[in-house]
């Protein structure tokens, strides 16, 4: 079964609007090129895939916008090749190397996670926070940054039941940002016996 891995960046205060952190350089934008190779295709709900598909469309004169650094095409040109599933019952299609993905979330999640692969990258808001709720998250990263946001979407805003997590793995960033990796503790009736 491939993992389902969530990973965003996160204020200090919590937000993980996508403009509140520091502005990426070239050290983050090759964390998250690596966060990507780690799976071998995108979960995304409708706001992120909308969002997120000018960064990973190479453009049809196949070469990347002027205004992309050298250190930038690496993570555009890992994001575009991979396979997109996009949660939506409002898209009437999706483009490229996407697919839409209706019906019961936690059916189809499911389905998903169980064929064969390195894993599921999951992003965005709304969706990891369905995703959580349901219990289908087996890795979550946070990078806080070192700024307080003082409004918008916080991280897993709504959360049904409170959500306990093993730490494995940190590492710090020259911008003073944190990655936090963190796998959820088994609920006591999931422990094996």
């Not at 071998?40 to 706001?47: I, N, T």
């Not at 959500?163 to 959820?184: H, I, K």
């Amino acid at each position: 079964m491939r993992p389902l891995r969530y990973a965003i960046n996160v204020s200090l205060d919590g937000c993980c609007h996508h403009e509140a952190g520091l502005p990426p350089d070239e050290e983050s934008m090759a964390y998250w090129t690596a966060e990507l190779r780690r799976a071998d295709a995108l979960l995304y709900g409708r706001v992120t895939y909308e969002m997120m598909e000018p960064a990973w469309r190479r453009p049809v004169a196949g070469d990347w916008p002027d205004w992309m650094s050298e250190w930038e095409i690496p993570f555009a040109e890992t994001i575009d090749a991979m396979p997109k599933y996009v949660v939506s019952s409002t898209l009437g299609a999706v483009d490229g190397n996407a697919e839409l993905v209706r019906g019961d979330l936690a059916q189809e999640v499911r389905r998903l996670k169980q064929e064969p692969g390195a894993g599921l990258a999951l992003g965005g808001v709304t969706l990891p926070l369905a995703l959580a709720d349901l219990g289908l998250i087996d890795e979550y990263t946070f990078v806080v940054h070192p700024v307080v946001a003082g409004h918008g979407p916080t991280l897993l805003s709504g959360l049904r039941e409170r959500l306990r997590l093993d730490p494995v793995d940190r590492r710090e960033f020259r911008s003073g940002a944190v990655a936090l990796r963190y796998r959820p503790v088994p609920a006591p009736s999931d422990s094996p016996t």
